[in-house]
């Protein structure tokens, strides 16, 4: 039996959290009006109830096409589409025309949800907040953006990755001030002055924080208080005094959470009071007291829940929208978790789900958008993109209304009624005249300049079949040998124009590319180190696992994982260039094993031929993880 990584272990690791009650402020909440984040409002109820979208038969109005990954889901305001790539890039797009208004250069991967809050000291009137990957948070006026620094208002650097959307809300202390609330992958959650960007708290949960967090008033006995509520991959819920960063409450799962909480307050909490509802990778749905922390229900799924609950209000019925990666959207009761109905799909659930007017909008894993009937639960369109979803739709418009919604094919789309759908991206070559499926490959060469395509194409292809996963390999099981003397007369002709060589990037691009296409995910903690899995079963004949491995340790250390195998052979196993020293067989069991430095984290790919795609989730049980000095 494989030992699994306990949750007193990964408690032992973080250490305690005051959670000392504070007196807190009063404090108002300000919008721009249209759907001005990532849910909607600073609570994050996904939840717009004068808009409505597509009723049946949408197309896209317009697409706009990126160079990277559209997983930041879009804000819009004011006729304008502001929305993250990963490029690196945060685009303004003409809400009615989807022409380019501006592009503005990170540097990094932009997965964050951009932000537009109020702010009259700059010449729009407003300010874009938006993080990267780099672990930074930029705040942008978005009449002055010109060039890469042009209309930046400030620049705060974290120490991990930002990829969470930020929350706005006024709160007072010493002096009344308007805050920036972000959570980065160091394990921290800030506030930040919105006028100056100055540092005003930092809260430490101890793992990464991949949760939006959400903020509402809450009255708390004789006093009314801004809480933020967020959530962390050690599992558990904070509820912090918005004003000082002060631990009110902890919720702890089984699991890591990164689904965002959503606050029903005022007219929209249940009869039972203002409540937060949030998932957990456990597969769980909670409703928590908003002021005490204390569980209402709570609702176990088939699968984990990475995605954000979506909360709607009307008359005297609260109902909860979310969606878990054992491929159905749950309306669940909001006073008592009651089961109203599910809607099944054919992939995972990866997409927050947002409702407008009768109508809730949500993406999955097999490239898919649903217009479901918020009351019965029945479909009422389907729309396919070029990939799968991840972003969260915005719902802008009260009569025919726009849904807007990024895609992992590289583009944002504005759905309408009466539209026709254009082909998405590739399917000119992705699909044969049988309707057959997707060219394995063709995610491979995507990512590449045009002038060299054909070199990246034999190179990826090379890769591939070297490492085993496109059908038997025919001499080299393991990838290429540290002696293999044809590796450089294969590979030398494209390398200078895109191919794919052990010094080149393709694998990267095939590893990242499994990461953000995988139907299913999870992590173990244990000993400071926390290790996701990422398993995609369906892209190429053998389901795929990645690792994320992060080290939040203050010294070197060697980390060994040790997976079950008793099937597995030699000739059933590949990896892609780039670390595959580092994997071998041990008896029945799949090794891989490396150093890591304080801080770093290390990314890795391995197929696995002897696992039929059916049975991929098989792949997701806990590793054995083994920790030794560096």
């Known amino acids: 039996m494989r030992p699994r990584a306990t949750r007193r272990e990964l408690l032992t690791a973080i250490g305690a959290a005051t959670v000392t009650a504070a007196a807190g402020p009063t404090a108002a909440q300000r919008s721009t009006g249209g ?50 790539s990963d490029d690196g890039n945060l685009y303004a797009i003409d809400a009615a025309s989807g022409e380019r208004r501006w592009t503005f250069d990170t540097g990094e991967r932009v997965r964050s949800s951009p932000t537009v809050i109020e702010n009259s000291s700059t010449e729009s009137g407003t300010m874009i907040c938006v993080g990267n990957d780099g672990g930074s948070v930029y705040a942008l006026d978005p009449a002055a953006v010109q060039g890469v620094d042009d209309g930046v208002e400030w620049r705060v650097d974290t120490e991990g990755v930002v990829v969470t959307a930020p929350a706005v809300a006024e709160v007072e202390q010493a002096r009344a001030r308007r805050l920036v609330f972000v959570g980065s992958g160091d394990g921290r959650v800030y506030a930040l002055d919105a006028a100056t960007g100055e540092e005003e708290w930092r809260f430490e949960t101890g793992f990464a924080v991949r949760s939006s967090p959400a903020v509402a008033r809450i009255e708390r006995g004789d006093r009314s ?4 509520y967020v959530g962390s991959d050690d599992g558990r819920i904070y509820a912090l005094d918005a004003a000082t960063g002060e631990g009110e409450w902890r919720f702890e799962t089984v699991d890591f959470v990164r689904s965002a909480p959503a606050v029903a307050t005022g007219d929209r909490a249940p009869e039972s009071g203002p409540t937060v509802y949030v998932g957990s990778n456990d597969g769980g749905v909670y409703a928590l007291d908003a002021a005490t922390g204390e569980r209402r229900w709570s609702v176990g799924t088939g699968a984990s829940v990475t995605t954000s609950p979506a909360v709607r209000a009307t008359g005297e019925t609260t109902s909860v929208y979310v969606g878990s990666r054992d491929f159905t959207l749950y309306a669940l009761d909001g006073d008592s978790g009651e089961e109203l109905w599910t809607f099944e799909t054919d992939r995972a659930i990866t997409a927050p789900p947002a409702v407008g007017d009768g109508v809730v909008y ?135 124009s895109g191919g794919a060589t052990d010094e080149l990037p393709v694998w990267e691009v095939v590893r990242d590319d499994v990461i953000r296409r995988a139907a299913e995910t999870d992590s173990t903690a244990t000993e400071d180190l926390l290790v996701t899995k990422h398993v995609d079963p369906d892209t190429l004949e053998s389901p795929m696992v990645a690792y994320e491995i992060e080290s939040y340790r203050d010294e070197q250390a060697t980390i060994r994982i040790v997976e079950d195998a ?27 094993e490396t150093t890591i430095e304080p801080g770093e984290k290390i990314e890795t790919l391995v197929a696995r031929r002897d696992i039929g795609p059916d049975d991929a989730n098989d792949l997701l049980d806990r590793p054995d993880i083994r920790i030794g000095d560096g």
């Open 362 to 496: 949500v993406g999955n894993a097999g490239t898919n958008v649903f217009g479901v009937d918020a009351d019965s639960g029945e479909q009422l369109w389907v729309f396919e993109t070029g990939a799968r979803i991840i972003s969260s739709p915005a719902v802008v418009g009260s009569e025919d209304g726009t849904v807007y919604v990024g895609s992992n094919d590289q583009r944002l789309y504005a759905l309408q009624d009466g539209e026709t759908a254009a082909t998405p991206p590739g399917d000119d070559q992705a699909t044969s005249d049988d309707g057959g499926s997707s060219s394995p490959l063709q995610f491979l060469v995507l990512p590449l300049g045009f002038l060299g395509l054909m070199a990246a194409v034999g190179g990826a292809f090379l890769v591939a079949k070297r490492a085993g996963v496109l059908g038997p390999p025919e001499d080299d099981p393991i990838g290429y040998p540290d002696d293999d003397p044809d590796v450089g007369e294969d590979t030398a002709e494209s390398a200078d």
């Open 35 to 84: 759907w001005t984040t990532f849910g909607f409002d600073a609570a994050n109820t996904a939840y717009n109830p004068g808009a409505r979208g597509p009723d049946e038969d949408p197309g896209p109005a317009w697409q706009f096409e990126t160079d990277g990954s559209v997983e930041s889901s879009p804000a819009v305001v004011d006729g304008t589409a502001y929305v993250g």
């Open 225 to 228: 208080q801004h809480l933020l």
């Open 566 to 592: 008793p099937e597995l052979s030699r000739d059933a196993i590949g990896q892609l260039p780039g670390s595959r020293e580092n994997w071998g067989l041990v008896d029945d069991s799949l090794v891989f």
